[in-house]
């Protein structure tokens, strides 16, 4: 059985080194431990060292003769930075670990007492000052607005930059420009595999999904298990597990971790995460939870990721922040972020990724927002309507109606605008019309055949 080692011997061999920021070779902590009176054979001494490097609490550099033992300060000197993003102590320590040999990391499964240790709004993955600072960052409307109202400003932009940096996430191959392309004009890139196209296409329809039912969205089932149908959308090679928890093992790539196998269990705690993410009072401390948990239980057959990410805006938007568009990620380092908390139920690499990815997302749709002039809101109000109506009125005329514009309007509008606002709706979608080009038919919901069908026929 293997000697017991106690927190205050490895504690020692710490102080020890953060005596000589510039490393130790392993005969001089030797003879610093003699002088103090301690010895150390030397291969119990070099299994502590290897240990506490595991632990992320010193680093090893050089092989051989050269090697030296350095204290973490040095350490996060060393390796401050990855991919442009500023790493705390303890997020490098958890990219230490997860980095190291699959032969190295030891297997384990899903861990209940994680989430069961939560506690909303007593446990928070985000500190007090870092959420406030969050909140300044990315505040953009007065707090009596509509649910959705910031969003809907930025749409045309999100559905591209969202789509396309989480499709990247998955592998996907599309560059900015080309997503752009498919989501404006629907054209699939030449070379590009259906998958991918499929990919970008689900995305745009489940941010879709998300801003039209935005002040109903919640964290419930129904919610969820929508949001996954639409990206999982012809995606899946069983078709009816989109939009359904799994009831088969999966595994993860790159990792010891085994996600849970029995379906009454992920059943229950995939309620488990949505309760208790309802019950979080703070947006941003939800948008992290999902990201953290969703991904950790692994609830659906695939898409999990695509999900999560997703998901993580629904409190975002409802409380008009600047939305989570996941725009310059490093992969590894979102990856890596999230083997932290498949392995080690340690969110701090996930974490600085979060915070990085969020404030890059305020600074990028602050720049658009100032492009815009101040909203009109009536046309917010009635955005959902003006999409239905306009869309509805080129197809139909498209199709060969015998009624005109006006008349299709009219009676679509008699349903969906309050009477007294009848007369400017209208006015507003007869200008909407009257604008529409093949650059901006997609944001009626219009397929390209039925563009084509309705500039053939328009007097």
Same mark, same amino acid.
């Given at each position: 059985?293997?000697?017991?080692?106690?927190?205050?011997?490895?504690?020692?061999?710490?102080?020890?080194?953060?005596?000589?920021?510039?490393?130790?070779?392993?005969?001089?902590?030797?003879?610093?431990?003699?002088?103090?009176?301690?010895?150390?054979?030397?291969?119990? @001494?070099?299994?502590?060292?290897?240990?506490?490097?595991?632990?992320?609490?010193?680093?090893?550099?050089?092989?051989?003769?050269?090697?030296?033992?350095?204290?973490?300060?040095?350490?996060?000197?060393?390796?401050?930075?990855?991919?442009?993003?500023?790493?705390?102590?303890?997020?490098?320590?958890?990219?230490?670990?997860?980095?190291?040999?699959?032969?190295?990391?030891?297997?384990?499964?899903?861990?209940?007492?994680?989430?069961?240790?939560?506690?909303?709004?007593?446990?928070?993955?985000?500190?007090?000052?870092?959420?406030?600072?969050?909140?300044?960052?990315?505040?953009?409307?007065?707090?009596?607005?509509?649910?959705?109202?910031?969003?809907?400003?930025?749409?045309?932009?999100?559905?591209?930059?969202?789509?396309?940096?989480?499709?990247?996430?998955?592998?996907?191959?599309?560059?900015?420009?080309?997503?752009?392309?498919?989501?404006?004009?629907?054209?699939?890139?030449?070379?590009?595999?259906?998958?991918?196209?499929?990919?970008?296409?689900?995305?745009?329809?489940?941010?879709?999904?998300?801003?039209?039912?935005?002040?109903?969205?919640?964290?419930?089932?129904?919610?969820?298990?929508?949001?996954?149908? @639409? @990206?999982?959308?012809?995606?899946?090679?069983?078709?009816?597990?989109?939009?359904?928890?799994?009831?088969?093992?999966?595994?993860?790539?790159?990792?010891?971790?085994?996600?849970?196998?029995?379906?009454?269990?992920?059943?229950?705690?995939?309620?488990?995460?949505?309760?208790?993410?309802?019950?979080?009072?703070?947006?941003?401390?939800?948008?992290?939870?999902?990201?953290?948990?969703?991904?950790?239980?692994?609830?659906?057959?695939?898409?999990?990721?695509?999900?999560?990410?997703?998901?993580?805006?629904?409190?975002?938007?409802?409380?008009?922040?600047?939305?989570?568009?996941?725009?310059?990620?490093?992969?590894?380092?979102?990856?890596?972020?999230?083997?932290?908390?498949?392995?080690?139920?340690?969110?701090?690499?996930?974490?600085?990724?979060?915070?990085?990815?969020?404030?890059?997302?305020?600074?990028?749709?602050?720049?658009?927002?100032?492009?815009?002039?101040?909203?009109?809101?009536?046309?917010?109000?009635?955005?959902?309507?003006?999409?239905?109506?306009?869309?509805?009125?080129?197809?139909?005329?498209?199709?060969?109606?015998?009624?005109?514009?006006?008349?299709?309007?009219?009676?679509?509008?008699?349903?969906?605008?309050?009477?007294?606002?009848?007369?400017?709706?209208?006015?507003?979608?007869?200008?909407?019309?009257?604008?529409?080009?093949?650059?901006?038919?997609?944001?009626?919901?219009?397929?390209?055949?039925?563009?084509?069908?309705?500039?053939?026929?328009?007097?």
């Amino acid at each position: 059985m293997p000697k017991y080692i106690s927190d205050n011997e490895l504690d020692t061999i710490v102080t020890l080194l953060t005596a000589r920021p510039d490393g130790w070779q392993i005969g001089e902590i030797e003879k610093a431990f003699e002088n103090k009176g301690q010895s150390f054979n030397r291969r119990t @001494l070099q299994r502590r060292l290897a240990r506490l490097e595991k632990a992320g609490r010193i680093l090893i550099t050089g092989a051989g003769r050269n090697t030296r033992y350095l204290p973490i300060t040095l350490a996060e000197k060393l390796t401050k930075t990855q991919g442009g993003i500023h790493l705390s102590v303890d997020a490098q320590a958890v990219l230490n670990q997860v980095t190291r040999p699959l032969s190295f990391r030891k297997p384990v499964g899903y861990r209940r007492e994680f989430i069961d240790s939560y506690y909303p709004n007593v446990t928070w993955f985000l500190p007090e000052t870092l959420r406030k600072h969050l909140l300044d960052r990315g505040r953009r409307f007065r707090v009596d607005a509509a649910a959705g109202t910031y969003v809907r400003q930025i749409l045309d932009r999100l559905l591209i930059d969202l789509s396309w940096a989480s499709s990247r996430l998955e592998g996907n191959t599309y560059s900015l420009l080309e997503t752009e392309k498919l989501i404006a004009f629907g054209e699939a890139a030449p070379g590009k595999a259906p998958f991918e196209t499929q990919m970008v296409l689900n995305h745009k329809a489940a941010i879709e999904f998300l801003v039209e039912t935005d002040a109903e969205s919640k964290f419930d089932r129904r919610t969820i298990l929508n949001l996954h149908a @639409l @990206l999982s959308d012809n995606l899946l090679g069983d078709a009816s597990a989109c939009g359904r928890l799994r009831d088969r093992p999966v595994g993860i790539a790159r990792s010891v971790y085994e996600p849970l196998a029995v379906p009454q269990l992920i059943h229950e705690i995939f309620n488990r995460i949505l309760n208790t993410v309802t019950a979080i009072s703070d947006p941003f401390e939800q948008a992290f939870f999902l990201l953290v948990h969703l991904p950790y239980l692994q609830p659906f057959q695939d898409v999990n990721k695509r999900v999560s990410r997703l998901a993580a805006n629904i409190p975002l938007l409802h409380h008009n922040l600047c939305p989570l568009s996941f725009m310059d990620v490093p992969e590894d380092l979102y990856i890596n972020g999230l083997l932290g908390v498949y392995e080690l139920n340690r969110i701090e690499l996930m974490r600085d990724v979060f915070v990085w990815t969020y404030e890059r997302s305020c600074d990028r749709y602050k720049v658009v927002r100032h492009t815009f002039g101040e909203p009109d809101t009536f046309r917010l109000h009635y955005r959902k309507a003006l999409i239905n109506c306009v869309g509805e009125a080129v197809r139909q005329i498209g199709r060969g109606s015998d009624i005109n514009t006006d008349e299709v309007l009219s009676l679509l509008a008699n349903d969906l605008v309050k009477a007294a606002d009848r007369s400017h709706f209208l006015k507003i979608a007869n200008e909407e019309i009257a604008a529409l080009h093949e650059g901006n038919f997609a944001r009626y919901r219009l397929r390209p055949s039925e563009f084509d069908d309705w500039q053939k026929r328009k007097t």
